[in-house]
């Protein structure tokens, strides 16, 4: 069984920095993308970030220069590193993996205040 936990979010002020982690279960966590989405109210979910099993991110362009996903392959754990919050990021964040199917995470509410 598949479980993806999620855990960082919460209310900071715009500027702030974040940092949400995700830790992963029942997968082999080594051969799969990992990828942060955010859903904000009234919003498509959207992607924010991804990482490769081979090491390659792929970033949203409001994401870029600001946001950093990494990855412990020994922890099975999957970060995203939220600098120069904005209002504009506030939204639920959600962990996925993307194996024979994706698998998402219960999500994490990340509030930004101007």
Known sequence: QVQLVESGGGSVQSGGSLRLSCAASGIIFSRVTMGWYRQA??????????????????????????????RDNVKNTVY?????????????????????????GQGTQVTVSS
């Open 41 to 70: 109210p009234g919003k498509q979910r959207e992607l924010v970030a991804t990482a490769g099993w081979d090491g390659f991110t792929n970033y949203a362009d409001s994401a870029k220069g600001r946001f950093t996903i990494s």
């Open 80 to 104: 995203l590193q939220m600098n120069s919050l904005k209002p504009e990021d506030t939204a639920v964040y959600y962990c996925n993996a993307k194996g024979r199917t994706d698998y998402w």
